[in-house]
């Protein structure tokens, strides 16, 4: 460290002067100088300690993201980042050399090389590039599902009883279509007699979840739900190379579906969450995810959804997996998560409108105490540049350090569409996940129940001699017993074609209950 630096400067430098494995994301900035010779640096074992990237549009969040990830990428471990802009694919490709990227280099005391990293590309139900990403609907689960659909918390609960019915009678909700039959068989004439035996259920609030559904699918999300389920182990792995897989989920298709998509990557987190065992401390961690656009998760949410989502953030450190929240101000996140987010990357905030510079006093205050005036830091960041604290090895928060990034070794722009298209193919999971499947499943099985003729009357079938089922000399009838009676009613029940069919469903669902955990979501591995 030169002695040449202020005395301030010396002692936020020190402050990241580590001694293991580390990402450098660049050098600090001070007094309108930018010191090559203070790199800024993160831990690579606190990067399952979870982090936020925070700044306005244009500041650079998503370059800071692509550093990221190609750095962890070259150490080896696995990346998720969501693409919803279209512009992160380019990390699959090496960087173009330039002016501005050798200007950047030797202000940082970056040794640049431009360099492709292994990236595997996926679209949510298939809908744009990438090798189809959906999700069965009784593996998403209630709670995630009442986010989508916008349900109040009545409904919310409502559906919440719906899934269990279904559970219970071994009723598969694979897509939309099954969970709509399911719904609309409880609201039927023939379905209203198991609709009350589902206590707090009414037949108004079926039948507004039915519209929801109905109104969700015709909207053209069907498309996100179904077989081949993704298996959310895909994202763990690692290259021929030995460096980690880059998984892109592309969402510029689906950039009007915000709720949904915003949602999904929280399916991807639980369902990880679900899958992976304890892990403890890791010097290294076994994926870090990035919530892009995390807003949008928050925006309306339930209150079972919010504990949810700060439960998962929570326990999810100790199975090796690390998450970065990515939005615009801190204000964004609820306070109970964003307080377990120790690792902090803030580019500039603008402060055009009172709103602004109420959020800008709101962020001011997320961070530790500096030696920087941090409003006025904050406004005047560049593209590029950013206020970075992040945990040291030893867990204790770092010094507050206003930083100039490193350029990303990958592109830093979109790859041709063709080039994308033929990632996506040579892709050894494109053929396990680019066809649909539609199998017997709840919707069929309602369908074939209600086919089914309703079994003849007692009087109608006859006896095996062909004669009436009377009793009584010379064709005089006598009345039936009560017991006839009662032996007659079960038969009629047990024979039903829906009886039949649920009866059928309960036996495949002997021997593997279904569980469900944080959000409600379900695993049950084929």
Known sequence: ??????????????????????????????????????????????????????????????????????????????????????????????GRPGERIE???????????????????????GIGPGIPVRATVTDFGPVLLSKVLQL?????????LIF??????????????????????????????????????????????????????QQGAGSFFGEPEFDTAELLRIAPDGRGLVSVLELAAVGDKPQLFSTFLMWLLADLFHDLPEAGDLERPKLVFFLDEAHLLFTGASKAFLESITQTVRLIRSKGVGVFFVTQTPKDVPADVLAQLGNRV????????????????????????????????????????????????????????????????????????????????????YERYARAVDRESAFEKLSAAKAEPPPRAPDEQGSPEGQTSREGPEGQGSRESAGDRDGSLVRQVVGSGVFRSLARSVGTQIGREITRSLFGTARRRR
């Open 103 to 125: 200007e950047r280099a030797g202000q940082v005391g970056q040794e640049w090389e431009a360099r492709g990293f292994p990236v595997e590309f996926y679209g949510l139900g």
């Open 152 to 160: 109040n918390p009545t409904q919310e609960q409502s559906l919440g």
């Open 164 to 217: 269990h019915y279904a559970d219970s009678k071994g009723l598969e909700l694979v897509d939309l279509k099954d969970l709509r039959a399911v719904v609309a068989f409880l609201t039927s004439d023939e379905g209203r007699a198991e609709l009350k035996g589902i206590g707090g259920l009414s037949t108004a609030t079926a039948g507004v979840i039915l519209r929801s559904v109905t109104a969700f699918e």
């Open 346 to 429: 803030q580019h500039a905030l603008r402060a055009f409108t009172p709103e602004d510079a109420k959020a800008l006093r709101a962020t001011v205050r997320t961070f530790p105490n500096s030696a920087y005036d941090l409003e006025e830091v904050l406004t005047g960041l560049g593209t590029g540049e950013a206020v970075i604290t992040v945990l040291s090895e030893s867990g204790a928060p770092t010094p507050v350090a206003a930083t100039r990034l490193r350029a990303p070794q990958s592109l830093m722009g979109p790859v041709e569409a063709a080039a994308l298209d033929a990632a996506v193919r040579s892709s050894p999971l």
């Open 1 to 94: 460290m030169a002695e040449s630096m202020p005395q301030a400067a010396r002692e936020i430098a020190s402050g990241y002067d580590l001694t293991g494995a580390a990402l450098d994301l660049g050098a600090l900035l001070w007094d309108g100088r930018c010191l090559p010779e203070a790199p800024i640096r993160i831990p690579l074992s606190m990067l399952n300690r979870h982090g936020l990237v925070a700044g306005a549009t244009g500041t650079g969040k998503t370059k800071t993201l692509q550093l990221i990830a190609e750095q962890l990428s070259a150490q080896g471990v696995p990346v998720f980042l969501a693409d919803v802009k279209g512009d992160v694919s380019g990390i699959s490709a090496p």
